[in-house]
């Protein structure tokens, strides 16, 4: 492998949350019953014009803004041709050469250090529809269409050929995911094709200026098929040439089952898609002015907001990564900090019990039902004594189960820490009174046994009696 | 005289002295469709239930006294590539000839919102392709001058409607001269907007940086009538313009005192019929004699207009047309093996011959590797050729040429040689390629045909169009020319 070098580059698409689709006012809701989420114009009928969403363009610009991208002044939409039953016109809008976005980039880290991958340009177009067949495509009596999603707002972002291992495909996807989710624009949700990657991959000789013969990966559902398409790809690829052959310019597809790519077409058997300019549409002609307006509200992105997080809140890098990893585990992290302002303890508490817990049941921070208030509640009763640290771990638990306050909880389960003197001394008394071989041990200097007898208190009240508080009336008495 | 001679503007008149009634208007006009229509095969589709609907609504409004406009109970028929909600729209083609939209284009919610009633859907050359109307997948329309000729086209079904009585206006659609054309053909007035001045919203598309509709009418002031009702800014069609439209009537002004006429040397070249340039040579002499200076001009890349033309307009038809497959709406072979199959034979049987000539030639233009060389050659020729115009117009107030180097030909005289058949619309898809508008009136006739003048103008600048068009009217009497007043078995 060492002898040889990856170069991959990717093509990612992601659905915008728009309100309506990019040249209707259908809606462009996930899901319904299909064909209702549709119009004349986005089912192509004869006559129709398409009129572009104001909304899209600012959506796009936003994200090739947060891509480091330099917006065009001056873009146009374009037809690509091509014959298929998802989509109503046979020619889906796109932008060819003269794009919304350009000539930007994003920062990943890799174990060199931070790495810089351009992007090469971003542009604006239409989803098509979906087929629905009778099993196999190959078999299937007949297929029906479903045009629910044609004329969904889409983005197409394209990588320069900057990545060269299939780690680094994986967290440049990983940023991109974050970076776009961060600007609002997208709900970047793979399992929802709301987030689609393919990519484009060849290998060549370590050390080699020149490109090998590249090949193009498709149906790439999720971060974990894109990196191991990628690592399956290398290693044909370099067996191929190994063993003295050539690599064929062609399409393939991933098999996730087989855990291998496919050819699915060759060069010869591409597309001409005679693109050229939409006649329906003018050129779209963007003020800087409301370029800039859209700058300046865009949020904290990723990378500054983990600067901020090491800067103002003292958070090792790594700690910081992780929480600002998405806008809504960083925005939570945050509401946590305003309530309870000490940054180190509430990033202990969700890098430690919330992320592990989310992650045991397959659950993202949105579906979380413990609040930021709750958080800091149950960290004031810590402090306060009410509950000890031990008990705030069941605590902790019972709210993301149930979503209550930790008061509640603490009540309804009677977790109240006994910190009532007498109380403790009696139960203490009758553990010294119980165990004479441990107390004696004690005595003798067996530091240990100390641990064993103040275990047993704990075992008598069931874990609620303040710890210190034993600690000192089990010393006095021995 | 006969209700179905007068004009809008007359008509208007009587509507509102109450002397007819819009429901018996609209009955004359039904009773002439059929007893001029089975020879004259101007209508595919009549819709004269729905018309009467309307006519009696409209004479509600008058017996109210409520607002009544200059179109109200006006029969006016639509070409049927302009969508109507709930009534069939078949652009001429076997592909959509069960085809009934569930809306109606810009155009037709505007006449209908005048109180305009609609007579029904004219035939056409199939997706508005061809010059003689020939090339409906139904039948073929009449001159109402001469059955044995054509009327034109592709509009020829609403220019031989508005001639022959069967409406008393109609919408057409101009991409290369299909207005123009037929209007020049059977002695009407046609009118192509600007492009941009015109929602094309609910037009089914031929050429969309071409297409345009507009109108035809018996008499300038009725075109001017039309034009204050379709012009004007549609958020539907993005390639509409914002723009102040005028009261078009206001441009009706017989006088071209200090008017510069431009006639481009270009278009009365040889292959121009001596009749039809003696007309023009005497509208020439007629506007001089009214004040006017006419002058002889030129437009130098007048000769690239029908190449440039037959590369940009089938590229972007080749592409327009994709969507009929038999997937969604149409018609569908269902003896298809697959889906591929299914394209193929739905394409190939739904569509005909001079369509599927012009899809192969968008394909081909479209294609990479030839897209260079003609599809953006073709674009910067346009260019070039908008600018011989725009320094023209700078000189100029107004061109006037033929608006075909002949009159009506014979029915089947040019459809084996499509070459020819391009040519008829050589004087007209210029002012396509360039977006500006342009007139055809009638200025004499050539052998007991009638002959059009076209008037060219600045964007947007139809009021002078309409103020040239009008001088001339008032000056002669073409326009009050019926087809059976010539004795020559016409209509």
């Known amino acids: 492998m060492a002898r040889y070098e990856a170069v991959i580059g990717l093509e990612v698409h992601v659905e915008l949350k728009t309100r309506s689709k990019i040249f209707c006012d259908s809606t462009t809701e996930f899901g319904g019953e299909p064909n209702t989420h549709v119009c004349p114009v986005c089912l192509g009928l004869p006559g129709v014009l398409p009129v572009v969403n104001k909304t899209v363009v600012e959506y796009a610009v936003r994200a090739a803004l947060a891509l480091n991208c330099r917006i065009a002044g001056f873009s146009k939409f374009d037809r690509k041709n091509y014959y298929y039953p998802d989509m109503p016109k046979n020619y889906q809008i796109s932008q060819y050469d003269l794009p919304i976005a350009e000539n930007g980039y994003l920062e990943i880290d890799t174990e060199e250090g931070p790495k810089r991958i351009g992007i090469a340009r971003l542009h604006m177009e239409e989803d098509t529809g979906k087929l629905v067949h009778q099993g196999a495509i190959t078999t299937t009596p007949y297929s029906l269409v479903d045009y629910n999603r044609a004329g969904v707002p889409l983005i197409e972002v394209v990588s320069e050929p900057d990545l060269r291992t299939p780690e680094e495909a994986r967290r440049y996807m990983e940023k991109l995911r974050a970076v776009i989710h961060y600007t609002g624009v997208s709900d970047c949700k793979m399992e929802e094709g709301s987030l689609r990657c393919d990519a484009n991959i060849s290998v060549r000789r370590a050390g080699s200026r020149v490109f090998g013969t590249k090949t193009e990966i498709k149906n790439l559902n999720s971060f974990k098929a894109l990196q191991r398409a990628l690592a399956y790809e290398i290693e044909r690829q370099i067996e191929v040439i190994e063993e003295g052959g050539r690599i064929v310019q062609e399409t393939r597809t991933w098999d996730e089952g087989r855990g291998v790519t496919l050819p699915m077409r060759s060069k010869e058997q591409a597309h001409d898609y005679r693109y050229f300019p939409d006649p329906d549409l003018v050129p779209l002609v963007i003020d800087e002015e409301w370029v800039e307006d859209i700058r300046r509200s865009l949020p904290e992105l990723p990378d500054a907001k983990r600067e901020r997080y090491v800067r103002e809140y003292a958070l090792p890098a790594y700690d910081a990564g992780v929480l600002t990893s998405t806008k809504e585990l960083a925005d939570f992290f945050e509401a946590c900090v305003r309530a309870y302002p000490n940054p180190k303890i509430v990033g202990n508490w969700i890098m430690g019990d919330l992320l592990r817990l989310l992650n045991a049941n397959n659950m993202e921070i949105d579906g979380c039902r413990i609040k930021p208030g709750q958080l800091a509640s149950m960290l004031q009763l810590m402090d306060r004594g009410t509950i000890s640290g031990k008990i705030a771990k069941t605590v902790f638990e019972e709210m993301f189960a149930s979503g209550k306050d930790p008061d509640t909880i603490v009540k309804e389960k009677g977790l109240v820490q006994i910190s009532d003197e007498g109380a403790i001394a009696a139960v203490v008394d009758g553990v010294i009174a119980g165990n004479p071989k441990t107390v004696e041990d004690y005595r003798a200097g067996k530091e240990k046994a100390l641990g064993f007898l103040v275990g047993q208190v704990m075992k008598a009240t069931k874990g609620k009696a303040n710890p210190e508080l034993v600690n000192r009336l089990l010393k006095e008495r021995l | ?491």
């Open chain 2, 1 to 491: 005289m006969q209700l179905y001679r007068l004009t809008a503007h007359e008509l208007h008149g009587l509507l509102t002295k109450k002397e007819i009634s819009a429901e018996e208007l609209c009955e004359t006009v039904f009773e002439r469709i059929e007893a001029a229509d089975d020879k004259i095969c101007a209508y595919i589709t009549r819709t004269k239930e729905l018309a009467l609907e309307r006519a009696r609504h409209v004479d509600g409004l008058i017996r109210n006294g409520e607002g009544v406009s200059p179109l109200s109970g006006i029969p006016v028929a639509v070409k049927d590539n302009i969508c109507t909600d709930g009534v069939r729209t078949t652009a001429a083609s076997k592909i959509l000839a069960n085809f009934v939209p569930p809306y109606s284009a810009t155009v037709v919610k505007r006449l209908d919102a005048a109180g305009a009633v609609m007579t029904g859907k004219t035939n056409m050359d199939e997706f508005a392709m061809g010059s003689s109307t020939e090339n409906s997948a139904f039948f073929t329309t009449r001159n109402p001058w001469d059955t044995g000729r054509v009327p034109g086209g592709s509009s020829g079904g609403s220019a031989a409607a508005v001639a022959a009585g069967e409406a008393v206006c109609a919408l057409g659609s101009d991409t290369g001269g299909s207005i123009r054309q037929p209007a020049s053909f059977c002695g009407v007035v046609g009118i192509k907007p600007t492009y941009g001045a015109v929602s094309r919203f609910g037009l089914i598309a031929f050429a969309s940086s071409l297409d345009q509709i507009g109108a035809f009418s018996r008499d300038v002031t009725d075109c001017a009538q039309m034009l204050n009702v379709i012009c004007g800014h549609d958020p539907l069609d993005s390639t509409s313009a914002r723009f102040d439209v005028p009261d078009y009537t206001g441009f009706l002004i017989n006088d071209v005192r200090g008017i510069k006429i431009g006639v481009p040397e270009e278009y009365m070249a040889e292959g121009t019929d001596p009749g039809v340039r003696g007309a023009i040579e005497k509208a020439m002499a007629l506007f001089e004699s009214l004040g006017a200076v006419v002058e002889y001009t030129t437009l130098p890349h007048s000769e690239y207009a029908l190449p440039t033309y037959y590369l940009i307009a089938p590229a972007e038809a080749s592409s327009n047309l994709a969507r009929y497959d038999g997937v969604r709406y149409g018609f569908r072979a269902e003896d298809a093996g697959d889906v591929i199959d299914m394209f193929v034979k739905t394409r190939s049987r739904g569509f005909g011959a001079e369509v599927k000539r012009r899809i192969m030639l968008g394909t081909y233009a479209l294609a990479a590797g030839y897209y260079d060389a003609y599809y953006l050659k073709a674009l910067k020729v346009r260019t070039l050729i908008k600018e011989d115009f725009d320094r023209a117009l700078e000189k100029y107030d107004v061109l006037i040429s033929p608006v075909s180097p002949t009159t009506a030909f014979r029915i089947g005289e040019k459809t084996g040689d499509p070459l020819q058949m391009y040519l008829s619309d050589i004087c007209t898809i210029s002012v396509n390629l360039a977006g500006i508008p342009g007139i055809s009136i009638p200025c004499g006739f050539a052998e007991g045909m009638p002959v059009g003048l076209q008037i060219m103008g600045r964007h947007f600048d139809e009021g002078m169009l309409l103020r040239v068009a009008y001088t001339f009217e008032q000056n002669t009497g073409y326009h009050k020319m019926f087809p059976s007043d010539t004795g020559l078995g016409g209509f």
